[in-house]
Nanobody, 115 residues
Framework: QAQLVESGGGLVQPGGSLRLSCSASGITFSIFTMGWYRQAPGKQREMVAR???????NYADSVRGRFAISRDNAGNTVSLVMNNLKPDDTAIYYCYADYRGSTHWGQGTQVTVSS
């Protein structure tokens, strides 16, 4: 059974950094597109970043240049390094794994950017 477990969220001041990690099990990790969505209170869910099996990445305009996604196929993990965080980055961040429309989700981790 597929399972995605996120870690690394927390409270950080504006301008600070956080690193989110997602550990996957129960899937053939290397063939899945991995990524992160986020959802803030009262807002629609937003794709933040994704990385293909060939390690090609895409970012939302709002985070490009500040966030970096990477994957470790040997360790079945995907990471998201978030720099220069802003209050608008406050949200629950969800890890996902997608293969040809079959999508699995993590439980989410809270990121709060506040002074």
């Amino acid at each position: 059974q597929a399972q995605l477990v996120e870690s690394g969220g927390g409270l950080v001041q504006p301008g600070g950094s956080l690193r989110l990690s997602c550990s996957a099990s129960g899937i053939t990790f290397s063939i899945f597109t991995m990524g992160w969505y986020r959802q803030a209170p009262g807002k629609q869910r937003e794709m933040v970043a994704r990385i293909s099996p060939a390690s090609r990445w895409n970012y939302a305009d709002s985070v490009r240049g500040r966030f970096a996604i990477s994957r470790d196929n040997a360790g079945n993990t995907v990471s998201l390094v978030m720099n220069n965080l802003k209050p608008d980055d406050t949200a629950i961040y969800y890890c996902y794994a997608d293969y040809r429309g079959s999508t699995h989700w993590g439980q989410g981790t809270q990121v709060t950017v506040s002074s």
